[in-house]
Each structure stands twice: as structure tokens, then as C-alpha cells.
T-cell receptor, first 116, second 110 residues
Framework: NAGVTQTPKFRVLKTGQSMTLLCAQDMNHEYMYWYRQDPGMGLRLIHYSVGEGTTAKGEVPDGYNVSRLKKQNFLLGLESAAPSQTSVYFC???????????????FGPGTRLTVL | QKEVEQDPGPLSVPEGAIVSLNCTYSNSAFQYFMWYRQYSRKGPELLMYTYSSGNKEDGRFTAQVDKSSKYISLFIRDSQPSDSATYLCAMSVEGFKTIFGAGTRLFVKA
């Protein structure tokens, strides 16, 4: 099992360029998430999905779009990159659990994005 | 004010010390309380979780939740250099939309 994988690992963009980050999981998880991690800010939820074909906004969705056409994949798009989107992006997945069991999220290795 | 507050550190301790990491929160509806560990340039991994109040122990790690004070703690006994990492507290209302603290960087010196 590869767990959660992210592509690419690193990327440098110029302001205004677009790109798509790909997340794939092989654990048959229902839920998938995109976070950004910035110094002093912790992990902030961008968008999430509770199943194939569904997406929802998280805490910081502006400037990002997502799609979940297949259960195992969750794509994060930046239509017009800005320097404020320089960050480390993490994808995570989890599954529905019994009520008293916490949602254990499995994280990918991250994508380091720099926008110049 | 952030929903979850966590001192970013860094915290530096000698090997064998007892480490105490803490978070405070403002949302009284949180029911699930978690601690994630994140090594440098890696994704976070779940370390401990507690549902509602109380204590939970796993080896050298103990997690405590005090809902009346809106305060959670993680204790590490007999700390090891391999415990050097960033520790993120996390909590949620529903069990899947999780709010993370900023993380505390811990260094354990050999």
C-alpha cells in the first residue's frame, strides 16, 4: 500500500500561472482533504470531500478549486497563482468510523509550492 | 481569536525529561481531541486521540482533556531524541472536520 501520494513534490510558479496538485489514496477512504501549512498558522483546511463527486469549502477556500471525479483521487487547482499561495500543501484521507472513534487522517508527504 | 491556541515553541529538553505540551480552545462543542506528530518535511501522523473528557495512556504518552477549562495536554515520559518533532493538537465537533493548532516544535537533546 502506498497510502496517500501527492504530485508534484515541489513546484515554482510565477504570479498568474495555473497548476493542479494531484492527490491519490489506495485505502478506499471516503473522505479526502486539502490543507495548507504556513509557519505559525498550523494546518488550515482548504476544501474537503465526503465522497466521490462531492466537494465542500473549508476554512480558506478562496483562490482554489477542487474536483473528486474518482473516489481515489482529489485534485486541487490554482487558477491564477498569487504569492500569498506560497505554502506547503498536504492532502489527507480518512474513513467513516464509529461515533466514539476519532477521524484518523492519513496525510501525504506534501507539495512545496513557491509563487514568485 | 483562533479556535485552537498552541504555543509554537520551540521547546528544548534533555533526553529523559518529562515533556508537557498544551492547547487551549474556545469551541465548547469540540468532542474529539487528537495529537498528531510531524517530523521535518513529512506529513503529520496521528499519535493519540481522546473522545470527550478524560485521560488516555499509550506507552510513554499520556493525553489529557479538561473540557471544563477547555484545555488539553500531551505528556511524554522519558523523552528520546527520536521524539524531536512538531506536535499538533487537533480537535473536531463531528469527528471529521478537524481544526489544528499551530504546532509546538520539540527538540530532545541526547
Amino acid at each position: 500500500n502506498a497510502g496517500v501520494t501527492q504530485t508534484p513534490k515541489f513546484r515554482v510558479l510565477k504570479t498568474g500561472q495555473s497548476m493542479t496538485l494531484l492527490c491519490a489514496q489506495d485505502m478506499n477512504h471516503e473522505y479526502m482533504y486539502w490543507y495548507r501549512q504556513d509557519p505559525g498558522m498550523g494546518l488550515r483546511l482548504i476544501h474537503y470531500s465526503v465522497g466521490e463527486g462531492t466537494t465542500a469549502k473549508g476554512e480558506v477556500p478562496d483562490g482554489y478549486n477542487v474536483s473528486r471525479l474518482k473516489k481515489q483521487n482529489f485534485l486541487l487547482g490554482l487558477e491564477s497563482a498569487a504569492p500569498s499561495q506560497t505554502s506547503v500543501y498536504f492532502c489527507a484521507s480518512s474513513n467513516v468510523r464509529d461515533r466514539e472513534l476519532a477521524d484518523e487522517q492519513f496525510f501525504g508527504p506534501g507539495t512545496r509550492l513557491t509563487v514568485l | 481569536q483562533k479556535e485552537v491556541e498552541q504555543d509554537p515553541g520551540p521547546l528544548s529538553v534533555p533526553e529523559g525529561a518529562i515533556v508537557s505540551l498544551n492547547c487551549t480552545y474556545s469551541n465548547s462543542a469540540f468532542q474529539y481531541f487528537m495529537w498528531y506528530r510531524q517530523y521535518s518535511r513529512k506529513g503529520p501522523e496521528l499519535l493519540m486521540y481522546t473522545y470527550s473528557s478524560g485521560n488516555k495512556e499509550d506507552g510513554r504518552f499520556t493525553a489529557q482533556v479538561d473540557k471544563s477549562s477547555k484545555y488539553i495536554s500531551l505528556f511524554i515520559r522519558d523523552s528520546q531524541p527520536s521524539d524531536s518533532a512538531t506536535y499538533l493538537c487537533a480537535m473536531s465537533v463531528e469527528g471529521f472536520k478537524t481544526i489544528f493548532g499551530a504546532g509546538t516544535r520539540l527538540f530532545v537533546k541526547a
